[in-house]
């Protein structure tokens, strides 16, 4: 799938997936934050998309696919950046919770399912230092992620249940950053 999770992204950019089905794929919908922004029902399955129709800021990239059956399935969503004329997103590079503390993730996005949610989030600026990011599900700490994968599937949510969701980054010598979150 492309573009990359966390691209910065200036000029329309060829969104694309894989997608397979034993019954066939009928098309591939893609979305920007939830608005459809284009679709393909011929593999390889792309759409463009210009982010000048975007504020800056962090946007959600999802593909779903859906077979000849009707059945659908999205892949992890991705989460890409339009910087504004000072070279900044919007979310600032969070703050660390002290002396020597790492700054925050710089964002955090929640894509809920029926029974599951996937979260996603942005490293901070200074992500070299993360060793880890840390999930956490209403203030309890779910997983403990490597700091190559900015995502995690949260599973056996109640339905129509809300949920505060937070990550904190933990770097080499221990120390733990205060929480991106987001309900």
């Known amino acids: 799938t492309s573009p990359a999770n966390g691209a910065v992204v200036t000029v329309p950019v060829e969104l694309s997936a894989d997608a397979a089905d034993v019954s066939g794929i ?7 934050n939830g608005a459809l922004v284009g679709i393909d029902e011929v593999a390889p399955f792309r759409a463009s998309w210009d982010p000048a129709t975007a504020a800056p800021g962090r946007h959600v990239i999802t593909a779903t696919a859906v ?8 892949a992890v969503p991705v989460i890409v950046r339009i910087l504004d004329s000072d070279g900044g997103d919007g979310g ?12 925050s993730p710089a964002g955090v996005f929640v894509v809920p399912a029926a029974l599951s949610a996937t979260v996603l989030w942005l490293p901070p600026a200074d992500f070299a230092a993360a060793v880890s ?20 599937q949260l599973t056996g949510l109640e339905p129509s249940s809300e949920h505060t969701v ?5 770097d080499a010598a221990g120390n733990v950053s205060a929480p991106a979150s987001q309900t």
């Open 166 to 170: 937070s990550v904190r980054m933990a």
């Open 26 to 32: 009928d098309r591939v919908e893609f979305s920007v």
């Open 92 to 103: 600032g590079s969070g703050g660390g919770s002290g002396s020597g503390s790492p700054a």
């Open 133 to 152: 990011y840390r999930v956490e599900l209403d203030g309890a700490q779910v997983a403990e992620v490597a700091a190559s994968a900015p995502v995690w």
């Open 67 to 74: 077979d000849r059956a009707a059945n659908s399935a999205s």
